[in-house]
């Protein structure tokens, strides 16, 4: 079978390869491993997937770069692999058998609660530090959107980021006012996330809440807030890795953060392909979904009432796992 | 430099917020890691070269200091001079490859760029690297207050980096060496320059130019990642080309590099600060760009 990522420059695909190797290894299945060159490479995916045709694997699991992969994994379904998604759920669902995924607009949606219910009836300044600002990419707008409405806030559009009104009322917690001061990118890195909240706060030094779309984007914003000796800024993410699980989260620097398990993901998706090559059926979808939710959790050493968490200690038990 | 204090004005008037000392610095400290580069960057380009892979190498050599420094507890300063010879071996290969094959070098860093990446991602497994401050390397990104001003030791090193390489091009054999091999190779034979040997120092140099940026690089973010050099190759030759270095050799000074590489930064920051739409902000970046070089050419053919 084929595992098929996104990069290989990001530790939660790398966290996802390993997760199936390992899986693999126990089903006895052969795994080849392939990698788009940069988020949103969608041909590199193509040639694996048409690689993965030509072998004559049994199975191909993918993290989707984006739609543009769509007719090729029809095809390969057409010459009778099974495709199972893993991380994103590609448009339409029914492309692949199955996926299992992260809720990411739930997991944007508890980093929102959270905020709101700490902000107590406070005014919310808001910097949103997003993955891209030239290309749409469903897990930005998820996150983006997931936390605008757990903070109570219609975000204005359904497929794009920044379209919220920038001013009014936040219904999450207590409610409150509410002003979005910037939509920047940061290509999910930690100097994008550094440029960005400086150039958020030469807008506005207010800020009193920043949204950022995972944790080295946090960790770059930390560092800007730091330098403006900006303090009591509360930083929300969305990852859960054991690196940040076990520092920035755990000294209450990133407020809160939404985990995902990657590894979960992987290795469920193997077995399911394991399950289907022996003549198996396809794992049934939970009603109303499209997708296998694999779960959030929301972990902060400052838990709020009114939004469940656990604690980083109980998080970095099963991180990325 | 006129449409560098143009641009200033215009972002001033339209936001208070924009000419604030605070502010003013911050551009400066996000323009120090690719101003850097462009350093290096235009020292090849000079020789008719061109460098896809500065931002690979930097990278590279950033997550060699910090990864020696936090996974394999060395002293700091020995973690930096490792990244700077990993900076400027890497920068040799491609000199080597440029001037011993004689390949072009679009086609030469073309290459390379893919192997340093690779190296990259191989070597940090796609992990982000933090460092505790008060280290050897991160003594680039300690503040440096000037009145109102907060500027870096990172920024102080990246203008330093300028005046070295500005007083080697006009001063110095060598920096006519490299113009004469950049402007016409068989002519600068011809005259006695041995023009391999300046090709390959341009090269070399440059790459000691990445180690520092590595270093500033590191000192700006506390450690490094593997993502962070994404659009660094081709901002800083965005830098060079808006600074008014001929993209066909010989021709053009250092400095201007460096009011390339801040007017981008201006314009990024200016227009962030004027909340403008992010997508309609790429686009803004792009026309702009054009903009400042045909005003550039303009002015140049009025001049003459």
């Known amino acids: 079978m084929s595992l098929i990522l996104k990069t290989l420059s990001n530790p939660y695909f790398v966290t996802m390869k390993s997760g199936a190797e390992a899986e693999a290894k126990k089903v006895d299945l052969d795994l080849t491993v392939a990698a788009g060159k940069t988020d949103g490479d969608t041909q590199t995916q193509i040639s694996a997937i048409d690689d993965a045709i030509s072998r004559g694997d049994k199975g191909i699991l993918i993290t989707p770069n984006g739609d543009a992969v769509n007719t090729e994994l029809k095809k390969a379904r057409d010459a009778g692999l099974f495709v199972i998604a893993l991380d994103t759920v590609p448009n339409p669902p029914s492309t692949v058998d199955v996926t299992y995924a992260t809720d990411n607009e739930q997991a944007g949606k508890l980093i929102g609660q959270y905020a709101a219910e700490r902000l107590d009836g406070q005014k919310a300044v808001i910097a949103m530090l997003d993955d891209f600002n030239d290309q749409v990419v469903s897990v930005d707008v998820q996150r983006d959107h997931g936390f605008l409405e757990g903070m109570g806030i219609d975000p204005g559009s359904p497929t794009q980021n920044g379209k919220e009104q920038k001013t009014g009322h936040y219904t999450g917690g207590k409610g409150g006012d509410y002003q979005v001061v910037c939509h920047q990118p940061t290509a999910g890195s930690i100097p994008g996330g550094k440029t960005a909240m400086e150039n958020c706060l030469s807008a506005n030094g207010d800020i009193n809440v920043v949204y950022t779309i995972n944790e080295p984007a946090a960790d770059g914003a930390l560092q800007a807030l730091a330098d403006a000796g900006k303090q009591g800024v509360m930083v929300v993410t969305i990852d859960g890795s054991c690196k940040y699980v076990n520092s920035l989260v755990k000294d209450g620097k990133i407020a809160a953060d939404a985990v995902q398990y990657p590894g979960k993901m992987a290795s469920l998706g193997v077995q399911a392909i394991a399950k289907l090559a022996s003549g198996g059926s396809t794992p049934s979808l939970p009603a109303g979904q499209d997708f296998i939710n694999t779960g959030t959790a929301l972990t902060t050493a400052q838990p709020v009432d009114g939004v469940k968490s656990e604690t980083p200690a109980t998080a970095a038990q099963s991180c990325w796992g | ?304």
């Open chain 2, 1 to 304: 430099m006129l449409v560098l204090v143009l641009a200033c004005l215009v972002f001033g008037f339209a936001n208070s917020r924009f000419i604030q000392p605070t502010n003013l610095s911050i551009i400066l400290q996000q323009a120090a890691v690719v101003g850097a580069l462009a350093v290096g960057q235009t020292l090849i380009i000079l020789t008719a070269g061109i460098d896809l892979s500065v931002g690979a190498i930097m990278v590279l050599s950033s997550l060699v200091m910090a990864k020696l420094v936090s996974d394999g507890g060395l002293p700091g300063i020995v973690a930096l001079l490792v990244g700077f010879a990993v900076a400027v071996v890497a920068a040799l290969l491609n000199g080597l490859l440029v001037t011993k094959i004689n390949l072009p070098p679009f086609i030469v860093t073309l290459g390379t760029l893919s192997i340093f990446t690779a190296a990259t991602l191989i070597y940090a497994q796609g992990m982000t690297i933090s460092l505790t401050p008060g280290g050897v390397l991160t003594w680039t990104g300690r503040d440096i207050s000037l009145g109102g001003f907060h500027l870096t030791v990172g920024v102080l090193m990246m203008l330093a980096l300028y005046a070295l390489s500005a007083y080697a091009l006009r001063q110095t054999a060598w920096g006519k060496h490299l113009y004469a091999t950049g402007d016409d190779v068989e002519a600068a034979r011809l005259a006695g320059i041995r023009t391999n040997r300046v090709l390959l120092s341009a090269y070399v140099v440059a790459g000691a130019v990445f180690g520092i940026a590595a270093w500033i690089l590191v000192g700006r973010i506390n450690g490094a990642d593997p993502n962070a050099g994404l659009n660094a190759n081709l901002e800083s030759i965005t830098a060079v080309v808006i600074g008014g270095t001929s993209l066909f050799g010989g021709r053009g000074a250092v400095v201007g590099s460096l009011i390339g590489a801040l007017i981008v930064q201006v314009f990024d920051n200016g227009l962030a600060l004027a909340g403008m739409d992010p997508n309609y902000q790429v686009l803004a970046v792009g026309l702009l760009v054009i903009a400042a070089v045909a005003a550039d050419q303009w002015i140049r053919s009025v001049k003459s």
